[in-house]
């Protein structure tokens, strides 16, 4: 698996963009990139997942770069209910078992 | 929009009782999960179930643990034996046939051991 370092903690105001970079020096060909958000006392989410280039969707975008080495998920204008813990999670689908490491945890303020 | 369901969302039974957890995957999905995580620590992955069968299993779904899916769209978790350090939320998921990273979390049950 896929070693990932992402920054502890984050702070923010609303309606500002946040982007959490992750680093994962060791990822693998097979491996595909993938962000869950967790709200306190709540199931994660699944967010986003990409393999490359740039992928989009309603909630977040997700940047990769060629080498694939790091990628930033990256949420426009947060409101205060984008507060949560942000996890990056790296490894081949095929793989079922999840590893969460510890995450980012977003602070949006007023 | 379709939700994985757990019930009950808080248990609270005395160390050395079983519980079982309980948990509606989404109906079309193929593939089960319980995940646990203990208060303020990691989401830790218990095991994966797939074809009435268990594919993956981690070093804390010791033989305390089972898992089953008694009908077509219950999936359980069964403690036999509770520890004061299974108290814990529990969370199960299930995902489709693709997209093995793109796994769908229940609430979660809010397991206390006395």
């Known amino acids: 698996l896929a070693k990932t370092t992402q920054p502890v903690s984050m702070d923010s105001y609303e309606g500002q963009e946040v982007n959490i970079t992750c680093s994962h020096n060791?990822?693998?060909?097979?491996?595909?990139i993938t962000w869950y958000q967790q709200f306190p006392s709540q199931g994660p989410r699944f967010i986003i997942q990409g393999y490359k280039t740039k992928v989009t969707n309603e909630v977040a975008s997700l940047f990769i770069p060629a080498d694939r080495k790091s990628s930033t998920l990256s949420l426009p204008r947060v409101s205060l209910s984008d507060t949560a813990v942000y996890y990056c999670?790296?490894?081949?689908?095929?793989?079922?078992?999840?590893?969460f490491g510890s995450g980012t945890r977003l602070q949006v303020q007023p | 929009e379709p939700e994985v369901t757990q019930t009950p969302s808080h248990q609270v039974t005395q160390m050395g009782q079983e519980v079982i957890l309980r948990c509606v995957p989404i109906s079309n999905h193929l593939y089960f999960y319980w995940y646990r995580q203990i208060l303020g620590q990691k989401v830790e992955f218990l095991v994966s179930f797939y074809n009435n069968e268990i594919s993956e299993k981690s070093e804390i779904f010791d033989d305390q643990f089972s898992v089953e899916r008694p009908d077509g769209s219950n999936f359980t978790l069964k403690i036999r034996s509770t520890k004061l350090e299974d108290s814990a939320m529990y969370f199960c998921?299930?995902?489709?046939?693709?997209?093995?990273?793109?796994?769908?979390f229940g609430p979660g049950t809010r397991l206390t051991v006395t």
């Open positions: 999670l790296v490894g081949d689908t095929g793989r079922r078992a999840l590893t």
């Open positions: 998921a299930s995902s489709g046939a693709r997209g093995a990273y793109e796994q769908y």
């Open positions: 060791n990822i693998a060909t097979n491996d595909y």
